[in-house]
């Protein structure tokens, strides 16, 4: 009796291996658009100290924190921007209902006022008064003011993880070595996986290239097209404004 040509072992595998190659043909782009929107979106904008009165007028302000500035942390492409706190910082950020973030500088509150009371047991007076009495209601409804920041970072993560996973436990790349893309792949705005997943992925090389782009060609290609996406990106905001181009 002649052996079936596939043992079911065999064939179970290969149904295994084109699902994973389907969910990163299309799960990571898809994934990434999904981030893209929610990242656009929730991303903080400078408002300004009338914007605040309004949304405060209108019970609009669902958290808030003062701070001194942003920390200039990032860890990867798809990290959030942080507050440096500070209870006696001239900026303000707060959120809205529909998930966006704004910050805005005001005045500092009274320093006379908050030396008389320790930092553990801060006492907001005026502007942080009617901050707190806005957000207590929406904190009390248990609603989450940053639900999509926090989608947009999960997704973020989930891209950054398929990516990762491919590229270090999969076949070994065509285009460059697993260093190149490791490098590329450090671009802002998660650039660099999608271009690993068009070269590698949507349009490999018919004839594998006589020669792969090493660690260091990825080292010079993160640093030249990292600067190119700084200067387009200054160039959008400088053309289509803040509110359309934030960062």
Known sequence: MAEPLLSPSRSSRDRWRGVVAGAMRWGLP?????WAALAWWVTPREATAGQL????????????QRASGWADDDLYW???????????G????????????RYAFVDPPNAQAQSLVPE??????????RLAASAR????SGVA????????????????????????GGAPPAVGTRWFWWWIGLLPFGVGVLAWSYREIWRPPPVPPPARGSGWRGVGWLLLAGI?????VSAARALLGAAVVPG
């Open 53 to 64: 009165d309004r949304d405060l007028a209108a019970g609009r302000v669902v958290t808030f």
């Open 30 to 34: 898809l994934l990434w658009v999904l």
């Open 137 to 140: 209601p929406w904190q009390a």
């Open 145 to 168: 003011a940053h639900r999509l920041a926090d989608t947009a970072g999960l997704l973020a993560g989930a891209v950054t993880l398929m990516w990762l996973l491919r590229l270090v």
């Open 90 to 101: 001239a900026m303000i950020a707060w959120s809205v209902p529909s998930g966006r973030v």
């Open 228 to 232: 190119g996406i700084a200067m387009l």
């Open 120 to 129: 553990a047991t801060e006492r907001p007076d005026g502007l942080d008064a």
């Open 78 to 88: 798809g990290s959030r921007p942080h507050l440096r706190y500070d209870m006696r």
